[in-house]
């Protein structure tokens, strides 16, 4: 049932307004980022913000191109674009130029391309494709093996360009698996992790180990085992006393790892057998998640120290923001925020700001181009920005919610999941409130690719959304 | 949790996020006035003042070190404007092409994220103070570029090069390890310079200049008041005296070998020469990179501080501990008398000796140097029935030299000294697989031969611990810091284990070797109105010709000096390292030498052992 409506009339114009404000505004950004007053700049490399105006008008020709494609279209060749990205990242492995550290840019003459963001928008398709056939169900083994495949491999090949930050977006696709039923439980597990993760790089494995061993008494003692709790928690210390006395003895130093390990372990064996005499379900459970964790604990600190090189280990410490990287990071979050700070509640006034045309901030236009809109337009600049962004991504869940058929659903919250990704990072990390992770922020951050990427992930959205009463299968 | 209830649930979610953003913009913008101060109404630059090093004396309070200024020529790429390249090169005096260098090697370090477009990085090293001036002059021409004023070490003696060591850039471990440091600054690479870093550093201040959107300096951020001076580095006295150092290099010229001299009764090290050597303005700011491949590609090594890095057997001087031992153990008394029929044979083994009248006892068996006496010693001490085995009987033996210092490193001021080797039974035990050996078997450790392995500065040691009849103090060159205090370890007495009562007959065996009648190995040592002590050793060497050993104090009562030196393919002991351990320890105490051995200087002086062909 195709109907022969113009498209115009079918198109969510609110969103492509504000599509537009954010290409206006960023590149007027740019433009303020990259004059300064004094005319030639010895290591100037071309002027960024008239690259950027070219990048525009390939983008917007685009999206005209989306527009007039069949919705099927991008069902039908999902899985083609799919392994066509695939190659175009491992072709970028070969062939790519190193800049930054990071292998993952295909250099013609001045021009540059970034292969992951032609990925973010297969993946999203692919995904989409995947988890709205009929029969998929998030339950079902071999259909999360197939899903995690998909999702895994660009990750895979990303992470070896070294490019870790664009990698890191392809976490944002956990806010549609959310959406399409997948426990919050593993949402929750994913934190839990990360947090047992950091903590076992600041403070020792015992003290963990001893902070999952208490809570475990505890848990046991709210759930009404208090019997169960209160002995197994004696016979662990009582073993734990022992085993510490007998390192003692021996003249060598207390091994508490293991000594916690000898107490818990005699702990969970009076637990069991308690659990088989009673029927205690519940025990197992929280056996299984304690020593899980203590697993866990360990085993990340032996892939942190053992595993790991010296490099790999500061980048990680570093991002976490454990350490300091006077050439890196640190400096410039710091420089932005001087930046932003500055701008007071009104801003300096359009192409005033001193800090980010005076080169005080660096990767100011791209990945800190948030700066000069604190600094040259105040707070008022960046809580509209914040609010632009956030306006666009609820209006994205409505018109996504609004889907007839599933894969326009699926596809619209990947959409969705990766542009709030690139928002709370990259705003997050230039005032402050986030690690830093190199990546851009959409429309306003310079760069050709991410601009184009961005564009084409939200039209295509917008295309299908024309065909939103109809079944695209 | 129903579907649609899920995208609530994200929506108020962004809604949040995008609420906290807020409010942490409100902070930072409007509430916060920190990042308004920091950044005021104009961008600020920090310009680093760098402190001038600590400045280095000798124990007399001569001037050995000091500060000279040089100016780094910085750049900060952004804000270079284009410029007139010919007036730049003239200015620093430089050639098209080496300009062209420069900027090539920037944009590497801008690639490689070691230098950054936007903070200022060294463009041009070390500009001397007349350059500086030319350069000045025009420097209002070249947007982007400043000058920063820096300090280099000036050396007013070119000697002690390997004790005061050389400074140069940080490297990137360094960089890594203490955030003090930033690319391009300078620190002390070895010698004392690199031990008393901490001391002779000081500290960076900061100068913080408003900036405006042109680059050009428009006054103080905040009036100067956040800006911090720096402080200059602590001055350190050595406990060297340069003229006997310097004197020292001058008798060693055209050898390899290494002369060390200590106070006895503070441990203070008053000269410490390793030859060959090199002058230590050679490795100073433009020249190190020039003259550093030239001389670590020197196949006599002259960077190595033998003093403390090489090891030899100890030879005869040896046999001055090893009386000690036996005494200490009770199987050696001063009257014992073993006789030498040319040296010791046992089973089959024999230890060679030279002719002198047998039998001996303790005093002329140290004077005369005789192996058999010693082969004798040893063999009490190992074969010891109050000890039980062979074994426990070496390992005593070792015990007595850790105490003595040997086998470990000193703990002088310098982190690469060579620990040496002193054999344990556990040693043998694999060599020979088990308990197969008995003192026969290790006999050549007794006249200091075999696997023992001694530096000169343990050998310097051990002599000042004899002088001081069983004591010592931790060799070390810092005598002072201002306003600061040594280490405790230099100021801490060591005991060898051994009753004090021991050491008169070895004193006077030492003494008879030089001033004892024909048969003493050491009577060219006689320096007049002085009563030296010594022993002479030679080195076994299986490469050429043997080493020549030389320890020594003096004068007997209350000694001032104690000095050990080696002179590789020297021969005997007598031969070289005697004679200029005398000329040391005379010019040391005399301050001159006496008409009569001049003969003895020049024939030192002269003495060419590197290349005698030439
Ligand atoms: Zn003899």
Redesign the interface.
């Known amino acids: 049932m195709r109907t022969n409506k113009p498209i115009s009339s079918s198109l969510d114009w609110v969103t492509v307004t504000l599509y537009l404000i954010m290409i206006v505004f960023g590149w007027l950004n740019l433009y303020a980022a990259n004059t300064s007053p004094d005319a030639t700049d010895f290591f100037d490399t071309g002027k960024e913000y008239f690259k950027q105006l070219i990048w525009i008008i390939v983008a917007l020709l685009s999206v005209g191109v989306i527009l007039l494609t069949d919705s099927k279209f991008f069902v039908e060749f999902a899985y083609i674009f799919y392994g066509i990205s695939i190659l175009l990242l491992l072709a970028v492995l070969i062939f790519g130029v190193p800049i930054n550290g990071a292998k993952a840019w295909f250099q013609i003459g001045t021009t540059r391309f970034q292969p992951v963001e032609i990925a973010k928008v297969a993946s999203t398709l692919a995904i989409a494709r995947v988890m709205s056939r009929f029969e998929f169900s998030i339950y079902n083994l071999s259909d999360i093996a197939k899903l995690g495949l998909i999702w895994f491999i660009p990750v895979a090949i990303i992470i070896l360009q070294n490019d870790t930050g664009s990698a890191l977006v392809f976490v944002a696709f956990f806010i549609l698996f959310f959406r399409e039923g997948m426990s919050p439980f593993v949402i929750l597990f994913g934190f839990i992790a990360i947090i047992v993760f950091i903590l076992t790089l600041i403070i020792p494995n015992y003290t963990i180990h001893m902070v999952l061993a208490a809570s475990f008494f505890v848990f046991l003692f709210l759930k009404g085992l208090r019997r169960e709790s209160l002995i197994s928690a004696v016979v662990a210390l009582s073993i734990f006393g022992i085993s510490a006395l007998v390192f003692k003895s021996r003249g060598a130093d207390i091994n508490y790892d293991l000594a916690l390990s000898f107490g818990m372990a005699g702990a969970s064996m009076y637990l069991i057998f308690r659990a088989l005499i009673k029927r205690l379900s519940i025990v197992w459970i929280f056996l299984m998640m304690f020593w899980g964790s203590v697993v866990f604990a360990y085993s990340t600190d032996y892939f942190y120290e053992k595993v790991l090189n010296d490099y790999q280990r500061s980048r990680i410490m570093v991002l976490l923001g454990l350490k300091d990287d006077p050439l890196g990071a640190g400096y410039n979050v710091n420089q932005s925020k001087i930046a932003i700070g500055s701008g007071g509640f009104s801003g300096k006034g359009f192409l005033q700001g001193t800090q980010t045309k005076f080169n005080f901030v660096p990767e100011q236009s791209t990945d800190f181009i948030f700066c000069t809109v604190g600094e040259e337009w105040g707070f008022l600049g960046t809580t509209s920005v914040i609010t632009l962004f956030v306006f666009l991504l609820i209006r994205l869940i409505k018109l996504a919610e609004r889907q007839h058929s599933d894969f326009s659903r699926i596809y619209g919250y990947g959409v969705i999941g990766i542009f709030f990704f690139h928002f709370a990072i990259n705003i997050g990390m230039t005032i402050g409130l986030a690690p830093v992770i190199g990546i851009p922020l959409p429309f306003f951050s310079y760069g050709g690719s991410s601009l184009w990427g961005f564009s084409i992930l939200l039209f295509i959205f917008l295309k299908l959304d024309t065909n939103r009463n109809e079944l695209i299968r | 949790?129903g579907?649609?209830n899920?995208?609530i649930l994200?929506?108020i979610f962004?809604?949040l996020?995008?609420l906290?953003?807020?409010i942490?913009?409100?902070v930072?913008?409007?509430i916060?006035p920190?990042?308004?101060y920091?950044?005021?109404?104009?961008?600020h630059r920090k310009i680093t003042e760098f402190p001038s090093r600590g400045l280095i004396f000798d124990r007399n309070g001569k001037l050995l070190v000091s500060n000279q200024a040089v100016y780094d020529v910085m750049i900060?790429?952004?804000?270079?404007?284009?410029f007139d390249t010919l007036d730049f090169c003239n200015a620093l005096n430089i050639t098209r092409t080496e300009l062209d260098g420069l900027f090539q090697e920037l944009r590497q370090n801008i690639r490689n994220?070691?230098a950054?477009?936007?903070k200022p990085s060294v463009f041009f090293k070390q500009l001397s103070a007349e350059q500086y001036g030319i350069f000045q002059e025009k420097l209002y021409k070249f947007s982007?570029f400043h000058v920063q004023r820096r300090t280099l070490r000036k050396y007013e003696f070119h000697h002690a090069a390997h004790v005061l060591g050389y400074v140069g850039e940080v490297n990137d471990a360094m960089l890594?390890r203490d955030?003090y440091y930033?690319?391009g600054d300078y620190t002390g690479i070895s010698g004392i310079e690199n031990t008393y870093e901490n001391y002779l550093r000081g500290a960076k201040g900061a100068r913080y200049v408003l900036?405006?959107?042109?680059?050009r300096e428009k006054g103080l951020l905040r009036g100067g008041r956040i800006d911090t001076s720096a402080i200059s580095g602590k001055d350190l006295t050595l406990t060297l005296d340069i003229d006997l150092q310097a004197y020292g290099e001058f008798l060693m010229q055209n050898k390899i070998g290494s002369i060390v001299a200590i106070e006895p009764a503070t441990g203070e090290i008053l000269a410490m020469i390793s030859s060959p050597g090199y002058d230590p303005a050679l490795l100073v700011g433009r020249e190190r990179s020039k003259n550093f491949p030239v001389l670590s590609n020197d196949p006599l090594f002259p960077l190595l501080n033998r003093a403390i890095m090489s090891g030899y057997p100890p030879g005869s001087t040896f046999k001055t501990v090893m009386a000690l031992i036996g005494m200490q153990e009770g199987v050696l008394k001063e009257s014992t008398r073993y006789g030498c029929q040319m040296g010791y044979h046992a089973r089959g083994l024999s230890v060679g000796c030279h002719a002198h009248s047998s039998p001996l006892d303790l005093v002329p068996s140290i004077s005369n140097s005789c192996n058999a006496y010693y082969c004798n010693v040893f063999r009490t001490v190992l074969d010891n029935p109050a000890v039980g085995t062979p074994q426990k009987g070496l390992d005593k033996w070792k015990e007595y030299l850790l105490n003595f210092g040997f086998g470990s490193r000193l703990g002088s001021d310098f982190f690469n000294e060579s620990r040496g080797f002193i054999p344990g039974s556990s040693y043998y035990d694999r060599i020979y697989g088990g308990r197969r050996w008995g003192s026969l078997t290790v006999i050549s450790l007794s006249i200091g031969q075999g696997e023992l392995l001694t530096t000169p500065i343990q050998m310097a040691n051990m002599t000042a611990a004899i002088a001081n009849k069983g004591r010592f103090y931790t060799p070390h060159v810092l005598k002072s810091v201002k306003n600061d205090t040594i280490p405790m370890r230099f100021r801490t007495i060591h005991q060898t284990g051994i009753d004090s009562v021991h050491f008169v007959p070895v004193i006077d065996g030492m003494e008879q070797a030089v001033w004892g009648d024909y048969g003493s190995t050491a009577r060219i040592a006689r320096i007049p109105d002085v009563r030296i002590c010594g022993k002479t050793g030679t080195a076994q060497n299986p490469h050429g010709k043997d080493h020549s050993i030389f320890v020594a104090f003096a004068p007997k009562d209350n000694p001032k000096i104690a000095i050990a030196v080696y002179v590789e393919n020297g021969g005997f002991g007598a031969t070289y390292a005697a004679p200029i351990a005398s000329l040391m320890v005379e010019k040391y105490l005399k301050q001159e030498i006496h008409t009569s051995r001049k003969w003895l200087e020049t024939r030192m002086v002269e003495a060419n052992l590197i290349n005698e062909n030439k």
Do not use: C, W
């Open positions: 949790m579907k649609s899920r995208a994200i929506s962004f809604g996020i995008g906290i953003f807020v942490r913009l409100f930072l913008q409007v916060d920190t990042y308004k920091l950044a005021d109404s104009n961008t900060i790429p952004r804000e270079v404007k284009a994220r070691k950054s477009t936007f982007g890594q955030s930033a690319l900036v405006d959107v042109h680059g």
